[in-house]
């Protein structure tokens, strides 16, 4: 079973756009990740929020929480074409044992 | 260079036959993973191993096997038994700051 769910599944912005990722998931977490996949690659760790965190940047990379909502968004600004990827969310729980949950990824395509 | 390695990059089965798909890191990590993942779609677990000698059953692991003999490996091998397993194959390790990937099997039934 998924845990994550992306929105939107598909997402194609002009270059120098923001770019917005939300995830939503259904147990509670200890931590919820991103990941970049290129196609055809493996998968490329972004950023990781624990449960306790409501907000997190990395260079153009912002990461939101709200646990209450069960909700998370990776906003990507001024987006390059080079960020032409499918994006992920991965969760951890105490309750599954640690494994690492993926969700159904969104397809960002960035036109030049 | 410390990472994660998979092989083959692609590999083909005939219907009926065992494979297994390697995977080593040297990252001294506790955690590894399979995830399969077919075209389009997200990764789905198959089996993960929280220490040597240990490994618990993921989402879809009908069909596969795992060992953890050694902490820097984790073959997967893919069994008669799975029905459809043309996909493209994960291995990850994981430390408990996020996950590293290696670059995947891509494995074909001919």
């Known amino acids: 079973s998924q845990q994550g769910e992306e929105d939107p599944q598909a997402l194609s912005i002009q270059e120098g756009e923001n770019a917005t990722m939300n995830c939503s998931y259904k147990?509670?977490?200890?931590?919820l990740q991103w990941y970049r996949q290129n196609s055809g690659r493996g998968l490329v760790h972004l950023i990781l929020?624990?449960?306790?965190?409501r907000e997190k940047h990395s260079g153009r990379l912002r990461v939101t929480l709200d646990t209450s909502k069960k909700s998370s968004s990776l906003l990507i600004t001024a987006s390059r074409a080079a960020d032409t990827a499918s994006y992920f969310c991965?969760?951890?729980?105490?309750?599954?044992?640690?494994?690492?949950?993926f969700g159904t990824g969104t397809r960002l395509a960035v036109r030049p | 260079d410390g990472g994660i390695t998979q092989s083959p990059k692609y590999l083909f089965r005939k219907e009926g036959q065992n494979v297994t798909l390697s995977c080593e890191q040297n990252?001294?990590?506790?955690?590894m993973y399979w995830y399969r993942q077919d075209p389009g779609q997200g990764l789905r677990l198959i089996y993960y191993?929280?220490?040597?000698?240990?490994?618990q059953k993921g989402d879809i692991a009908e069909g596969y096997s795992v060992s953890r003999e050694k902490k820097e490996s984790f073959p997967l091998t893919v069994t008669s038994a799975q029905k459809n397993p043309t996909a493209f194959y994960l291995c990850?390790?994981?430390?408990?700051?996020?996950?590293?990937f290696g670059q995947g099997t891509r494995l074909t039934v001919v």
């Open positions: 990850a390790s994981s430390m408990r700051h996020g996950a590293f």
């Open positions: 147990t509670s977490i200890n931590n």
């Open positions: 929020i624990r449960s306790n965190e």
């Open positions: 991965a969760t951890d729980a105490w309750s599954s044992g640690d494994k690492l949950t």
């Open positions: 990252l001294n990590h506790d955690a």
């Open positions: 191993s929280q220490i040597v000698n240990d490994f």
